[in-house]
């Protein structure tokens, strides 16, 4: 039963695999996201760590619209306030500081932003690299969107010192220095462009702007794709030191691209389909582990929810598994990354490729109707007239109106993998023993596979099995599923698996027991009978139990290879064994409750004789040493035999023979020691007053 049940793990294992790789990982931002949030962002004392983690934290909270603890925000207005009004604090300190006051609004008196202006204005002017100009230029667009006049000094300069760093390629430099061109740095160059083009007082010069467009067509050459068409952007060096990875280094372009769109009157020249593989990129991450990744997830995402080059459209599926048992239908969605309603459009089926047939298209061009309710469009797929299997499922989304075309980007053709799956007919099945290929089958029996039978067949070796049955779709094709098994297991344990080839409409196997004596080592008797059928598309897969045949063998020759040791049953060896039931001998007779009075009595009559004795011979102290030395020693003897006595009660109550035995040891030579100075000084004492 064991291995019945793994053998049935194994095919749903096998279902799942191929369930999960091919499920669509395209899904809007959801609640999902949400409480991952607030997993991940969880403050310590009030604060979510240093400046750059909290304006992650917050800004995460305030873009999915998350509430915020009061005594977190009170507590961090607090270090910003003082963070912002210190001299000492640095251009990036300030840019993240000034960007959390935007989320909080924390009280801040405007003569503090006079001196912050200042101070950034003048860091713009020493700055030697282009992340000082970003921090900078990041801070006085932060003082700006709270509402203070602010105009940079040296527009043009500014933007020529950045516009210098820029590589043929679309790249950029993050110093004068440093001769590799960067991704990553690209993004921040554009932010940080966008903010001298809100800062300028004036008009800048607009042929460096033009410039910089062509800069950003050359970075979009650069993208790179992954199988399934997502596109991402990655650094072309690989430094162990400066390299970001492809999320933030992707998210470092998306928020300079739109940022840089954000100021710019005219359109970029950048494809919808580019911007939709990046949203495509950012959403197939699912939910990012580390809170800078997913901070940079979800800021990537809210650019492009609300750019000026191509908000994406996303198509999901809710199920990629339909059932044409249930009747399923094909749903498709379509919305913002951030879930919102798309514009009005028309969602078409154009294409259904089966991973079977390579003959082209199963099916063409047909439009999924729009439940206004639910926001869905749907299909039902029973008209399709398509079978069980894995198909590839092609797309096109068209928009109604002219002028929403130029604001969003469907990305043409989609494709998305589904299965189908059905109840497989399993009819005419057949199972018969007999002689030889072309006679006739001695015992010939019919088989019903939707139950378990109990056939009882016999043969020898020189007579074969024979098994056939037919596997038809719901559309009366023939199935071919992934496993179609049959499983001998002799009355040892000994187990035997046959592969069933399909022989045109039919599964059939004959097996010849003259050459499979060898295989199943001369082992006569009983073979229980299985047959296992399972497919990803099949929703009836079963393993069934057909009987047993009798199988005489002849007797095994002296060299022939005896049976593999089979291995023990878990269940009978880690199991529970059987209960032991134990009765202790009967107690010995005990004496009498007198008698055992009358030995306590007997043992306690010599102390009771020791303290008569000492009653009548008279217990006096005229004789212990009234000098101090012999004093202490007489003190310690008297001591050491008490302990011996205390002793001899532990031994009584606790102690054991060979702990009692070490004590007494080391007691009886420090009475040793102690006694003979006490008894040599009641001789010497003797002695004299005898003389006297």
């Known amino acids: 039963m064991a291995r019945d049940l793994g053998f049935l793990g194994l095919l749903v294992l096998i279902c799942a695999i191929c369930f999960a790789s091919n499920a669509s990982g395209i899904r809007p931002i959801s609640d999902a996201h949400r409480s991952a949030a607030l997993e991940l962002f969880v ?9 750059e983690e909290n304006y992650e934290a917050l800004r995460t909270f305030q873009v999915l619209k998350l509430e915020r603890s009061i ?55 020493n700055a030697n690299s282009l992340l000082e100009l970003y921090y900078s230029i990041g801070g006085l667009l932060s003082i700006k969107d709270q509402g ?75 993208i790179k794709s992954y199988d399934d068409g997502t596109l991402y952007f990655d650094e072309k060096h690989v430094d162990a030191v400066d ?17 840089f769109a954000a100021v710019n009157s005219g359109k970029l020249n950048i494809p919808g389909d580019k911007m939709l593989g990046l949203a495509n990129f950012f959403l197939s991450i699912g939910l990012p582990g580390s809170t800078t990744d997913f901070f940079n997830q979800i800021e990537s995402l809210s650019c492009l929810e609300n750019n000026r080059v191509s908000i994406p459209l996303i198509l999901s599926l809710p199920a990629t598994v339909l059932s044409l048992t249930s009747k399923d239908q094909l749903k498709v969605e379509v919305t913002t990354v951030f879930g919102s309603a ?99 089958v001695e ?24 098994l056939s049955f037919q596997l038809t779709t719901p559309l009366g094709h023939t199935f071919k599923p992934h496993q179609v098994l049959l499983k001998l297991r002799h009355e040892t344990k000994v187990e035997h698996i046959f592969v069933i080839e399909s022989s045109a409409r039919q599964f059939k196997l004959v097996l010849d027991f003259l050459g499979l004596v060898e295989r199943f080592y001369y082992l006569s008797g009983r073979y229980d009978i299985e047959l296992v059928v399972g497919d990803a598309a099949m929703e009836n897969s079963f393993i069934r139990a057909l009987g047993y045949v009798d199988l005489d063998l002849p007797e095994p020759p002296e060299k022939a290879a005896r049976p593999p040791l089979q291995a023990l049953d878990p269940y009978l060896r880690f199991g529970p064994k059987q209960e032991i039931s134990h009765i202790f001998r009967a107690p010995e007779k005990k004496p009498p409750k007198e008698l055992s009075l009358a030995f306590l009595a007997l043992t306690v009559l010599p102390l009771v004789g020791f303290l008569l004795g000492l009653i009548h011979l008279g217990v006096n102290l005229k004789a212990f040493p009234s000098s101090a030395v012999p004093a202490a020693f007489s003190i310690l003897f008297h001591a050491g035999i008490a302990a011996v006595l205390l002793l001899y009660v532990l031994f009584w109550l606790k102690l054991d023979l060979f702990t009692t035995l070490k004590i007494l040891g080391l007691l009886g030579v420090f009475l040793l020691f102690v006694g003979h100075r006490t008894l040599s ?9 005898k003389a006297a």
């Open 443 to 466: 015992s010939k029996q019919k088989l019903d596979l939707s139950k378990d039978t109990s056939v009882l067949l016999s043969a020898n070796h020189l007579q074969k099995l024979r």
């Open 43 to 51: 403050p310590i004392d009030g604060s979510f760590g240093s400046l």
């Open 148 to 222: 203070h006049d602010v105009i940079l000094s040296d527009a043009d300069g500014t933007f020529h010192a950045i516009k210098a760093l820029s590589q043929s390629d679309g790249r950029w430099r993050y110093d004068t220095n440093n001769a590799e061109s960067s991704t990553f740095a690209a993004g921040k160059a554009l932010e940080a462009l966008a903010g001298v083009i809100s800062l300028a007082g004036g008009e800048l010069d607009q042929s460096m702007i033009g410039i910089v467009k062509n800069d950003i067509a050359k970075l979009f050459d650069s």
């Open 681 to 689: 000084h009641l001789a010497s004492a003797s002695t004299k007053q």
């Open 71 to 125: 005594e977190t925000s009170r507590k961090t207005c607090v270090d910003i306030v003082e963070r912002i009004g210190s001299s000492t604090s640095k251009s990036k300190d300030l840019f993240y500081a000034l960007r959390i006051n935007n989320i909080l609004g924390c009280q801040i008196h405007s003569s503090i932003y006079d001196d912050v202006d200042s101070k950034l204005q003048a860091a713009i002017k």
């Open 243 to 259: 390299y970001k990875g492809p999320l933030a280094t992707s998210t470092s372009v998306v928020q300079g691209v739109t940022a």
């Open 342 to 440: 798309a514009p009005p459009l028309t969602v078409n089926l154009v294409q259904v490729f089966s991973s079977v047939s390579k003959d082209g298209p199963v099916l063409e061009n047909k439009e999924l109707q729009f439940d206004s309710e639910n926001a869905i469009y749907y299909l039902d797929i029973l008209p399709l007239k398509i079978d069980v299997g894995k198909y590839t499922l092609v797309f096109q989304i068209s928009l109604h109106d002219s002028e929403h075309v130029n604001i969003y980007a469907t990305g043409g053709r989609q494709s998305v993998v589904s299965y189908l799956t059905g109840s497989i007919k399993v009819d005419k099945a057949e199972i018969g023993i007999s002689d030889s290929d072309a006679a006739s």
